[in-house]
């Protein structure tokens, strides 16, 4: 290789470090500015004025090693603030999640009060309906896995669970972010303890409807193959965790503890085989597929043809 060579890769490579250095910095700057935006509820302008510093301060800034050691502190101290963030029930609740469920189980019988059974006229009216409903364990003999993909989406997702209770009825767990008034669910949110978690317990009529009709979601109901023993143990567990949380409240993780990797928790600790954190639990859209591939779902069809069939939401929005 020739002297000219040799310089012209060493150049090419100080090019390649100043751009990675500068697009890390940048990449710091947004996350700072991100975290503090939610965490003090800054107006937007207010966040987008003190990005934009940046490229000013840079300019102004001689050693460029400064404003790197200045960024990577203060992106340290926003996430010093958020690690003091404690989790409360005390706060001023949006009225869907306004009630923690309070749930009693003995060997045959569940006792729910804080049972949601909302009657929903538009997404913004509704009757906000808080009941108590007992139900005999010994008729929970089916479960169903919901899979709500988000609006022109195959792969982000929100997962409910859905037990029938035979002639009783059934009762759908959906495991979401407690969000307090005028509060919009945003993952980057969700990663910055933005939000609660919630374990909300209600009926079709208003966890269902609510979607399919109001929202226009895609709603997909796969039939879960399992025993009573296993649908009995997971019910008490979810139950004993939303009984948990009035003491001991949590936050909503986006990617530990959102809605599927909550249920995906729950689930394994049943004596089954684990499925601990993977693809399909980071892009929740394909649970279906999932649950398809490890035989668990109860048909015998194709997945494409189960996909079809068990779609749901245009059957309730014509009920």
């Known amino acids: 290789m020739t002297k000219s060579g040799s310089m012209d890769i060493k150049g090419r490579a100080r090019v390649f470090w100043r751009f990675m250095r500068a697009g890390t910095i940048v990449l710091l700057w947004l996350a700072t500015v991100m975290g503090f935006y ?22 102004s800034v001689r050693k460029k090693k400064v404003l790197a050691i200045g960024v990577i502190v203060l992106f340290l101290g926003m996430i010093s603030v958020v690690g003091r963030i404690k989790p409360s029930n005390d706060r001023y609740w949006s009225s869907e999640f306004s009630v923690l469920p309070s749930i009693d189980v003995t060997r045959d019988q569940v006792s729910i009060q804080g049972f949601r059974s909302f009657r929903w006229h538009s997404l913004c009216t509704f009757d906000a309906v808080w009941e108590k409903r007992v139900f005999d364990l010994r008729k929970l003999t089916s479960l169903d896995l919901i899979v709500e993909p988000f609006k022109d989406s195959d792969l982000l997702a929100h ?51 609510v979607r399919a009709v109001h929202r226009g979601a895609r ?3 796969y039939p879960v193959k399992a ?50 954190f993977r693809y399909e639990t980071v892009f929740p859209a394909l649970t279906g597929r999932l649950l398809y ?17 068990f779609r749901a939401d245009e059957a309730i929005r014509n009920k």
């Open 159 to 209: 997962t409910m669970l859905r037990f029938g209770f035979g002639e009783d009825g059934a009762v759908i767990v959906s495991v979401e972010a407690r969000r307090e008034e005028k509060e919009q669910y945003n993952l980057v949110a969700g990663a910055l303890r933005q939000f609660e978690l919630i374990y909300i317990f209600g009926d079709e009529n208003d966890l269902l409807l």
């Open 38 to 59: 939610y965490i003090y509820d800054w107006p937007k302008i207010v966040a987008v004025s003190i990005f934009l510093l940046l490229p000013l301060i840079g300019l």
């Open 227 to 276: 025993d009573q023993e296993f649908i009995v143990s997971l019910f008490r567990d979810l139950a004993s965790s939303a009984n948990a949380l009035h003491e001991e409240p949590k936050f909503y993780r986006s990617l530990r503890d959102n809605c599927t990797t909550t249920l995906v928790k729950h689930i394994d600790r049943q004596p089954v085989e684990q499925i601990g």
């Open 293 to 309: 591939r490890r035989g668990f779902m109860d048909t015998d069809l194709s997945y494409e043809q189960a996909r079809e069939y």
């Open 219 to 221: 709603l997909y109901i």
